[in-house]
């Protein structure tokens, strides 16, 4: 077994945070900075759902606690 020193070390370090940074960018950073893309696929998968038919247990469908009341 070889042991590995020097630049080669660093290179392995290297490429292994570089695959787990490239890998992490479609599922985590791009999402963060255009949520608009998402959104529009979330407002045109839900557009034919009733949240209040699917709510479990008849559960009152979640508001914000924190909502100002007008």
Request: hydrophobic share 45%.
């Amino acid at each position: 077994m070889t042991v590995l020193v020097g630049w080669k070390y660093a290179a392995l370090i290297g490429g292994l945070v570089a695959s787990i940074a490239l890998a992490s960018y479609p599922i985590i950073i791009d999402p963060m900075i255009n949520p608009d893309k998402w959104k529009n696929i979330q407002q045109k998968t839900r557009a034919n759902i009733n949240q209040e038919d699917i709510q479990p247990g008849n559960m009152k469908v979640w508001t914000d606690p924190f909502d100002r009341k007008k």
